[in-house]
Structures are given as C-alpha cells and as structure tokens.
C-alpha cells in the first residue's frame, strides 16, 4: 500500500509547529525571568554595581559554556558570524541588562514593570521601520491591551519611585527594543556570542563603577551567580532561539507576562504589596498574553508570525 497520505499528514504545518514552540519558549522566559525581582529583593549588602557584575560576568560564563558545549571551538565561528548587529545587539543588551538592576534598585518592582510595559509598542514601531515587520490587528490589540494593564499596575504607586530609577527603567524599555529588533535583524544567525559580549562589557563598566570594590557576602554572591549563570543563561538561550520564528511585536507582547507575575512573586514572599489597581492590571496583561498565545497556537496564525 502506499504511504505518501501518511507522510504528507505528519508535515501538513512544520513552519507552525516551529512558531508554536517559539511561543512556548518565549513564555517559558517570561515566567522565569519574572523572578528577577525577588532575587534583587533577597540580596542583602551588594550595591546595584556589584550585582550587574556577578550577575553579568556569571551569565557571559553561564552562555560561552553552553555554546563550548555545543559547538566545540566553533564558537570563534559564531563570534565572526554575528557581524555588526551583532555587537550593536550587545550593546543593547549591555544596557537593558544594567539599566533594568538599576531601575529595580532605586524604585519599586511595580514601577519598573510599568515602564517596562511600553516596550511592546516601541519594539512594534521600530521593526516596522528598520525592518517592514508588518503588525496584524489582532497583535495591535494585544499590544494596547497589555500596555493598558501595566499603567492599572502602578497608577497609583508612580509617585512613590524615585525619578533616577524610573529614567533608568525608560532606558532599559529603550535598551530592550533596540535588543529584540537587532535579534530579528539577524535571525538566520546565532546572536548568544553578541550576549556574551553583552555581558562581558556590562560586567566590565559596573567593575569600573565601583572601582574594583567587588566584595560581597557569600549569600549575595550566590545569588548573582545562581540568577545570571544559571536562570538569566537559561532564559537567554530560549528566549534568542525564539526570536528566529517570532516577530519583535509579537516576542515583546509574550514577554510582557514576567510584568504581571514579577511584582505578584515579591508581594507573595517578601509582602511587597502591589495595589489593588495593580493586581487588575496584572490581570489584563495575562489575559492579553494568553490571548496571544492562543491565536498563535493556531496554524494559520503561526505561518504568519514569523
């Protein structure tokens, strides 16, 4: 009997099932990287300087392992591969990554969660200019929808953040645009070596910010290292292999989930109360993102996400 029917039954949507994937690991991320606050919340003595070092250098480390691992010393291969964007995206992510410790040190979690949620429009805007990603309406929706619920999280707690972390949270959203566009700008290639020059350079500029002061108890040190080295690579790794099958509207709309789940995980352990504002916003941000995800869950939607 033939079996071409067969065949031809299990490929019927193999770009759809590569972007359904992509949606998986980018909510992955979100959720992991949600607990980012709590961490920074649970560090005792460390400056915000001496975090972004261990904290980056253990991440450069924690990703240069990973592609050692997995390309042997081809890894000098990928460096050269990633071309310009690929610096001008570790210079991004140098920023995002300092700025956001920064933005998280001088104000509340709320606060910069808020800031932070502009990101999905800004990065919509930018990759329809630099790259002619075309938004679809329902997206569109889901942008607005999510940006809305982070303005309910803090409406009422804006005033109580200080002016230099909420400028330094308007640098990481900025940071975090010019990152997710240079991605997608090159997303036939490898971008984790522009990562690890990320980090390198973020650890060397909080090096010389503290003026090699980098002494920190043991629980602060372990921290860092477990939240850069361990999760953040994690949640890196998933989060660029993603970035190869998902517009950057789309990568950012998904990303906004860690928005209504970091201040939940600080209000649950550490009593960090968010307002009830806040906790209706948190509920409109999961329910665009779900939104979301569900309609690119769908094969004809998935084709067209990438």
């Known amino acids: 009997m033939s079996q071409p029917t067969i065949s031809a039954d299990l490929n019927l949507d193999p770009l759809g099932a590569r972007n359904r994937n992509a949606v998986r690991m980018v909510l992955l991320s979100g959720f992991l990287n949600s607990f980012g606050g709590l961490i920074l919340r649970s560090v005792g003595d460390a400056s915000e300087w001496q975090i972004v070092f261990y904290r980056t250098g253990s991440l450069a480390l ?35 990554q300092s700025l956001f410790i920064f933005s998280l040190s001088n ?11 502009s990101a999905p429009i800004l990065t919509a805007f930018t990759a329809r200019l630099v ?20 303005a309910l999280m803090v409406v ?62 043991t629980q602060d040190l372990l921290l860092c290292v477990f939240w850069g080295g361990g999760l953040s690579s994690g949640v890196l790794v998933l989060f660029t292999m993603a970035s190869r099958h998902l517009k950057g509207g789309v990568l950012t709309i998904l990303l906004t989930i860690e928005y209504f789940l970091g201040p939940f995980w600080v209000w649950l352990f550490i009593d960090e109360r968010p307002s009830n ?11 665009a993102v779900a939104g979301q995800a569900y309609l690119l869950s769908r094969p004809a939607q998935a084709v067209n996400a990438n």
């Open 62 to 96: 924690g990703l240069t392992l990973f592609l050692v691992v997995q390309n042997s010393w081809g890894i000098w291969t990928k460096i050269r591969e990633i071309g310009i964007w690929g610096w001008v995206c570790g210079a991004f992510f140098c920023g995002m």
């Open 107 to 117: 104000t509340t979690v709320a606060n910069t969660a808020f800031i932070l949620g």
């Open 131 to 150: 790259l002619g990603e075309i938004i679809g309406r329902g997206t569109w929706t889901a942008l607005v929808v999510a940006v809305s619920g982070t």
């Open 156 to 217: 009422e707690g804006v005033s109580t953040g200080s002016m230099l972390g909420d400028l330094a949270a308007v640098g990481a959203a900025l940071s975090l645009t010019g990152f997710i566009v240079t991605l997608r700008a090159k997303r036939h290639v490898d971008m984790l070596p522009s990562l690890i020059i990320g980090g390198l350079l973020a650890s060397l500029i909080s090096f010389l910010a503290v003026g090699g002061r980098i002494v920190v108890p």
């Open 277 to 287: 504002l806040a906790l209706v916003g948190g509920l409109v941000i999961f329910c």
